[in-house]
């Protein structure tokens, strides 16, 4: 059972973190927070990876997952979400409340780091709990 975003980040951070071309990856857990898989979603190249927004959903509703979370490396080391990183992560949040999905949040991981986009930047993109965000 994952309770903190300390926990998903870490996790997403050590199956993403040492690849070296960014890779984008699909958690999705049940009503309990209790992992039902994280699936590869997109490989690419060094500073990017292109993946259909659909495909994900179609993931998540094909698993049955009440909430997931969306992770992405980046090999340059440095978990500072980019600006197409911020939109991204407005379209994950509408894309998954569409389908009627819970969003926990999209994270940016490196081999050490991670990094969840809507604590960073201070928006209320996650459907989760201030609580889920403090240091375990």
């Not at 490989?43 to 992405?72: C, D, I, P, Y």
């Amino acid at each position: 059972v994952y309770r903190s975003a300390e926990e998903i980040g870490q996790m997403f951070s050590d199956i993403l973190g040492m690849n070296t071309e960014e890779t984008v990856a699909l958690g999705m857990f049940d009503r309990s927070m209790r992992l039902i898989d994280v699936v590869p979603c997109a490989r690419g190249s060094v500073n990017t990876a292109s993946f259909a927004l659909r495909t994900l959903v179609e993931t998540a509703v094909a698993h049955k997952a009440a909430s997931v979370a969306v992770a992405h490396n980046h090999p340059s080391g440095s978990p500072i979400p980019s600006t197409a990183d911020v939109a991204l992560t407005v379209d994950l949040c509408r894309a998954f409340h569409a389908v009627k999905i819970s969003f926990i949040d999209h994270f940016v991981v490196t081999s050490s780091e991670w990094s969840p986009i809507t604590r960073q930047k201070h928006e209320a993109y996650s459907d989760m709990t201030d609580s889920f965000y403090e240091k375990q």
